[in-house]
């Protein structure tokens, strides 16, 4: 049953309205199951130490990262006062450079300080973790005990510091998002490179990483076949207009989001199911803020409800649309391809077609696959003796 929003806050400020709004989160289906599929990859990777997850721009990927992270948290709390020293999750933001390749330096910065102390207000009695010791000059503590890393630090020291304390706060994941950054490189060979630094990174302190980003992702664990065999791929898609259960589950999210518009009376979003869909094209995420956006103008006006004509003013431009649109043919596109990628697997591995026994009759399987025009082998008499023909019988043909 979708409840709605509580009454009393319309007595209160439109900061406070909004910020209601802006927390609210719609468990809706496609949220479901991409959060029971990250977890049990991260609680059973089965000798993975990579794991993809990927999705159109705004389909909701954050909210996942961010619940997954609360969970993760919430179970290990009642062990932390024996284990004071354990960080159960770490999750970080993959920076963009602002030139050039994608700065691993900076990245090994910024995980470090996100691994040091995340779980503060968590702590009983409010006492911090012990200290790690990571054994690089230039990493120190100030006054107050926070990470201090001296700009000269290199960046080998900076990873050996961080698998420091990986091994020591021995978290369940470490969830990296806005993932496609690690692509900001030049040449094939150096996305490689990143790769297998994340991969050794996970398989020596025995962290899974889990990369959250959008179809950029694609392809990356399958750069090479020892890549792809420590990799996990979680598809998190949109709704789609030709599945009917998908249009049942987008207009149950419009139903929860206009119960919980903080607004004297409650707008028909769902009478507006088609124009709303499709100027959100069909993310979660997208649908949400454009929400926002009308719901802040309508307080900030002193409005009952949201009419067309506010979400009319606040939708985002044609030209954004077009390139999410276009972004998501690509990749369902690419993870659509399933039949011809079969049938490659299936050529290669000499199958023959599908359905189809792989040995032909009179030739031996085990001798491997026979060239196109391969014909029977000819037998060779002695010098001077003819093969033997058939000799014509009687006169010339007329």
């Not at 909004?18 to 809706?28: G, I, R």
């Not at 450079?97 to 990245?107: A, H, I, M």
């Not at 139903?255 to 409650?266: I, S």
Request: net charge positive; proline share 6%; aromatic share 6%.
């Amino acid at each position: 049953m979708t409840t709605e929003f509580p009454r009393e806050l319309l007595a209160q400020s439109v900061d406070s309205r909004l910020a209601y709004f802006q927390s609210k989160v719609v468990a809706h289906p496609r949220l479901k199951e991409a959060h029971r599929a990250l977890l049990h990859a991260i609680r059973q990777p089965s000798g993975a130490g990579l794991i993809f997850v990927f999705g159109p721009t705004g389909v909701g990927k954050t909210t996942l990262r961010l619940r997954v992270e609360q969970q993760l948290i919430a179970e290990a709390l009642p062990d932390l006062a024996q284990d004071p020293g354990r960080v159960p999750v770490v999750g970080l933001e993959a920076v963009a450079p602002d030139s050039g390749n994608f700065n691993w330096k900076d990245y090994y910065t910024r995980a470090l300080i996100a691994l040091d102390e995340p779980l503060l207000a968590h702590k009983t009695g409010g006492e911090r973790s012990e200290s790690i010791d990571y054994g690089v000059r230039g990493i120190r503590r100030d006054g107050l005990g926070q990470l201090v890393i001296a700009h000269n630090v290199v960046g080998t020291e900076l990873r050996r510091a961080l698998e420091q304390g990986l091994r020591h706060r021995r978290p369940t994941a470490f969830i990296v998002d806005e993932a496609q950054h690690f692509k900001k490189v030049a040449g094939g060979r150096r996305l490689l490179d990143q790769m297998d630094t994340l991969k050794s990174l996970a398989g020596i302190t025995g962290t899974v990483h889990v990369l959250v980003g959008t179809y950029e992702l694609l392809g990356l664990a399958d750069l090479s076949a020892q890549l792809s065999r420590r990799s996990v791929d979680i598809h998190f898609p949109r709704y789609r207009p030709d599945w009917a259960a998908d249009i049942t589950a987008f207009q149950s999210v419009l139903l929860t989001f206009q119960r919980h518009l903080p607004l004297r009376e409650e707008p028909d979003l769902v009478g507006r199911y088609e124009y709303l869909y499709e100027h959100s094209v069909g993310c979660v995420g997208v649908l949400k803020q454009w929400l926002f956006r009308a719901l802040a103008a309508a307080l900030e006006n002193g409005q009952e409800t949201l009419t067309t004509a506010d979400l009319e003013r606040h939708v985002e431009p044609a030209r954004k649309l077009l390139r999410l649109a276009r972004e998501i043919q690509e990749g369902e596109a690419i993870l659509g391809a399933g039949a011809e990628g079969q049938a490659e697997l299936r050529r290669l591995l000499g199958l023959g077609a599908a359905g189809t026994p792989s040995g032909v009759e009179g030739t031996d399987p085990a001798a491997g696959p026979q060239p196109a025009d391969a014909r029977p082998p000819r037998r060779r008499g002695r010098v001077g003796q003819r093969q033997p023909t058939r000799d014509p019988v009687g006169g010339q043909a007329p």
